[in-house]
């Protein structure tokens, strides 16, 4: 796309209105959803503008920089690149987060399990408690988490010594560098501490699946952020198994989960002794977390 091009085509300049018409076409023409808000986030990255700024100015004209800027930006997402990783960050629960190649790219369905983790520590926000939360990623979980929880401290464990980076990057960003712990390694093997509160979104796609996946999850999403084993659950069943030595009788267990395996991570949890206490859905309705204790029903 070339709107440098398209601006010295006409008369008058491009305007920030017209140039986020003329890419939304582009975008849309090339089966991209939300065409039309992606152009505009696409604007907001190429002139520095905020959302506000950009809906006061509509008529004013586009610079050449700022054209080739969104051209290359447009070619891009058109090329299924997501905004975010265009971008560079991405707004997860409160925050702003920097989203890194090396992690996988944080999503709304990921806010329900901080909030379902949240409603289980609801009488106790100001205590000292212990998080743990495996496979870290971009560390949006665990942000999102100290983030609501002040007095709290978080470890976070993953595999990849870039997404361990990328993790600690995004706790220094936010601020909360002091209250976590970094911790390269597979799950939880080489911990030793008992916490309050256990979290994980690990991978869950089955392996037959992937090649299914939309692009912008297919081509930029790292496969070891992805990759569940044959049925999806392989990851669960090694969490799972390692549990009970990390949990005392109060610790809440909560894994996001794929829209149909919900019943299938119930089935390994209540396998290992624990009962589960919450299945909670996102916003398009799937049962996407299942929350559980050790032991029996609470009253």
Same mark, same amino acid.
């Given at each position: 796309? /070339?709107?440098? $091009?398209?601006?010295?085509?006409?008369?008058?300049?491009?305007?920030?209105?017209?140039?986020?018409?003329?890419?939304?076409?582009?975008?849309?023409a090339?089966?991209?959803?939300?065409?039309?808000?992606?152009?505009?986030a696409?604007?907001?990255?190429?002139?520095?503008?905020?959302?506000?700024?950009?809906?006061?100015?509509?008529?004013?004209?586009? #610079?050449?920089?700022?054209?080739?800027?969104? #051209?290359?930006? $447009?070619?891009?997402?058109?090329? %299924?690149?997501?905004?975010?990783?265009?971008?560079?960050?991405?707004?997860?629960?409160t925050?702003?987060?920097?989203?890194?190649?090396?992690?996988?790219?944080?999503?709304?369905?990921?806010?329900?399990?901080?909030?379902?983790?949240? %409603?289980?520590? $609801?009488? %106790?926000?100001?205590?000292?408690?212990?998080?743990?939360?495996?496979?870290?990623?971009?560390?949006?979980?665990?942000?999102?988490?100290?983030?609501?929880?002040?007095?709290?401290?978080?470890?976070a464990?993953?595999? #990849?010594?870039?997404?361990?980076?990328?993790?600690? $990057? /995004?706790?220094?960003?936010?601020?909360?560098?002091?209250?976590?712990?970094?911790?390269?390694?597979?799950w939880?093997?080489?911990?030793?501490?008992?916490?309050?509160?256990?979290?994980?979104?690990?991978?869950?796609? %089955?392996?037959?699946?992937? #090649?299914?996946?939309?692009?912008?999850?297919?081509?930029?999403?790292?496969?070891?952020?992805l990759?569940?084993?044959?049925?999806?659950?392989?990851r669960?069943?090694?969490?799972?198994?390692?549990?009970?030595?990390?949990?005392?009788?109060d610790?809440?267990?909560?894994?996001?989960?794929?829209?149909?395996?919900?019943?299938?991570?119930?089935?390994?949890?209540?396998?290992?002794?624990?009962?589960?206490e919450?299945?909670?859905?996102?916003?398009?309705?799937?049962?996407?977390?299942?929350?559980?204790?050790?032991?029996?029903?609470?009253?």
């Amino acid at each position: 796309m /070339n709107l440098g $091009a398209r601006k010295a085509a006409t008369s008058d300049p491009l305007t920030r209105a017209q140039a986020i018409a003329t890419v939304a076409d582009y975008l849309g023409a090339r089966g991209i959803e939300d065409a039309q808000e992606d152009a505009r986030a696409l604007l907001r990255a190429a002139t520095g503008l905020t959302r506000l700024e950009l809906a006061m100015t509509p008529r004013a004209p586009l #610079s050449d920089e700022e054209a080739r800027a969104l #051209s290359r930006y $447009a070619a891009r997402r058109a090329a %299924r690149e997501p905004v975010s990783r265009i971008l560079g960050e991405r707004g997860f629960w409160t925050l702003d987060l920097a989203v890194a190649p090396s992690v996988l790219d944080p999503r709304p369905d990921t806010e329900t399990l901080v909030e379902t983790a949240l %409603r289980f520590v $609801a009488d %106790r926000r100001d205590a000292p408690l212990s998080i743990l939360d495996l496979g870290a990623g971009s560390g949006a979980i665990a942000c999102a988490l100290l983030s609501e929880l002040p007095a709290a401290r978080a470890v976070a464990v993953d595999l #990849s010594q870039d997404a361990c980076a990328a993790t600690a $990057a /995004n706790l220094a960003r936010c601020g909360l560098s002091d209250r976590a712990a970094v911790v390269r390694g597979r799950w939880a093997e080489a911990l030793q501490a008992r916490f309050d509160l256990i979290v994980s979104n690990p991978p869950y796609v %089955r392996t037959q699946d992937i #090649s299914g996946l939309d692009p912008e999850v297919r081509l930029h999403d790292p496969a070891l952020a992805l990759d569940g084993g044959a049925d999806g659950l392989e990851r669960y069943r090694e969490i799972i198994g390692d549990l009970p030595r990390l949990i005392d009788e109060d610790t809440v267990v909560a894994f996001e989960v794929g829209f149909d395996q919900a019943g299938g991570v119930a089935a390994l949890l209540e396998a290992h002794g624990f009962n589960i206490e919450r299945v909670a859905r996102d916003v398009e309705g799937h049962e996407r977390v299942v929350a559980a204790r050790l032991g029996p029903p609470r009253p």
